[in-house]
């Protein structure tokens, strides 16, 4: 979900490369539903994990992810700056 989800993002900057080439609100707006839905599922994910050491990579995956979702919602952010 995430490697489609960055791939959407990707395709709207680079579907604009003139200002008067504006991404709709509507797209914006789809691509923030599924970005909170990747919340969810991490949020679900990380809390099913316990935390004794033998799950620590799967934190360190969850917390990766983390990331990567900050990232995404940074470009979803210029995005919808540049309407």
Known sequence: MYYQLSGDIRSLQEGQPQA??????????AVRV???SLQDS???VESSVQAPPTNL?????????RGD???LEQRVGF???RR
């Open 20 to 29: 008067e080439d504006l991404v709709s609100m509507a797209e914006i707006q």
């Open 34 to 36: 599924e970005l909170s």
């Open 42 to 44: 991490l949020d679900r």
């Open 57 to 65: 990579d799967h934190l360190r995956a969850i917390g990766e992810l």
């Open 69 to 71: 979702v900050r990232l």
């Open 79 to 81: 995005l919808e700056r």
